[in-house]
């Protein structure tokens, strides 16, 4: 089955910097590589996804990448805010046959003011 | 807007108690999954189900089981409660449309085994 690993566990920043948290994956057969925020106290939500035929998407501040031959995606999060202090998780899986995602193990994200 | 309802935001259980955790999704999913959440860990799939009365395992079934009678519905049962099943447990559910995956999670429920 496959396997997500999730780096680093923590990060902070200062506000305005970027952060970056990145994730391998073991299955070269997995497509679709979705990024959740959990904040704290609240349930884990979609912010970004990426399917294995593009290479870079961007929606505002937030930008996933992947290496398809490296077999890892990466989430970048540029000038960043006190609201963006929550949990990131990524997550693999082959879209449209297998129904689970296999997620990783999270990273704690705290932005310093 | 998908809504994913779970019944109980806190339960505290004593050893050896049969636990029910209930989830309800409004949106005619055909896909809901049960997992739990603990610090270090991510999020772990416990089991999950694509259809009515249809089950599969995930990747630590051990000590649980489910039921799916109703499409809305997708329940958690932990038939007799260890101290290590204390945990955050998190119900999601997708649709099979559009050949994508995601997961749209309820709130959780903050499980306590003593």
């Known amino acids: 089955g496959e396997n997500v690993e999730q780096h680093p566990s923590t990060l902070s920043v200062q506000e305005g910097d970027s952060a970056v948290i990145k994730c391998t994956y073991s299955?070269?057969?997995?497509?679709?590589f979705p990024w959740y925020k959990q904040e704290l106290g609240k349930r884990p939500q979609l912010i970004i996804d990426?399917?294995?035929?593009?290479g870079e998407k961007k929606d505002q501040r937030i930008a996933v990448t992947l290496n398809k031959t490296a077999k890892h995606f990466s989430l970048h999060i540029t000038e960043t805010q006190p609201e963006d202090s929550a949990v990131y998780f990524c997550?693999?899986?082959?879209?449209?046959?297998?129904?689970?995602?296999?997620f990783g193990s999270g990273t704690q994200l705290t932005v310093l003011p | 807007d998908v809504k994913v309802t779970q019944s109980s935001r806190y339960l505290v259980k004593r050893t050896g108690e049969k636990v029910f955790l209930e989830c309800v999704q409004d949106?005619?999913?055909?896909?809901m999954f049960w997992y739990r959440q603990d610090p270090g860990l991510g999020l772990r799939l416990i089991y999950f189900?694509?259809?009515?009365?249809?089950?599969e395992k995930g990747d630590i079934p051990e000590g649980y089981s489910v039921s799916r009678e109703k499409k809305e519905r997708f329940s958690l049962i932990l038939e007799s409660a260890s101290t290590n099943q204390t945990s955050m447990y998190l119900c999601?559910?997708?649709?099979?449309?559009?050949?994508?995956?995601?997961?749209?999670f309820g709130a959780g429920t903050r499980l306590s085994v003593l």
């Open positions: 999601a559910s997708s649709s099979v449309e559009l050949a994508k995956n995601i997961q749209y």
């Open positions: 299955d070269s057969a997995s497509n679709y």
């Open positions: 990426i399917r294995s035929n593009v």
């Open positions: 997550a693999a899986t082959l879209s449209g046959s297998a129904r689970q995602l296999t």
């Open positions: 949106m005619d999913h055909e896909n």
């Open positions: 189900s694509y259809d009515v009365k249809m089950k």
